[in-house]
């Protein structure tokens, strides 16, 4: 199983970017995905949540700015940034609870993260 992000980079403050993560592998079922994101010299943090059933749940910080959303039958979660600031600077790190094939608990599994740069 693998996760891998895409889509972050350098942007001003105000802009706009589109993170996105594939989920590929031999996998039985994805249960919640989340985005979570680190800064230098600060812990991970959550981002945003979106369970398999619909419901979605957002950090105070980025509430009205940013939007997740994920295309089960593709495996991809996205998160649409808006309005970025320079306090949105940071790895962003997606991740899953899933059940890979052959295995019987769900597990969690992270990608290996993007950067995100906002300049003010």
């Known amino acids: 199983v693998q996760l891998v992000e895409s889509g972050g980079g350098l942007v001003q403050a105000g802009g706009s970017l589109r993170l996105s993560c594939v989920v590929s592998?031999?996998?039985?079922?994805?249960?919640?995905m989340g985005w979570f994101r680190q800064a230098p010299g600060k812990q991970r943090e959550l981002v945003a949540t979106a369970t398999s059933g619909g419901s979605i749940n957002y950090a105070d910080s980025v509430k009205c700015r940013f939007t997740i959303s994920r295309d089960n039958a593709k495996n991809t979660m996205y998160l649409q940034m808006n309005s970025l600031n320079p306090e949105d600077t940071a790895v962003y790190y997606c991740?899953?609870?899933?059940?890979?094939?052959?295995?019987?608990?769900?597990?969690?599994?992270w990608g290996q993260g993007t950067q995100v740069t906002v300049s003010s």
């Open positions: 592998g031999s996998i039985f079922s994805i249960n919640a």
């Open positions: 991740s899953a609870d899933l059940r890979a094939d052959g295995l019987r608990g769900v597990y969690v599994y």
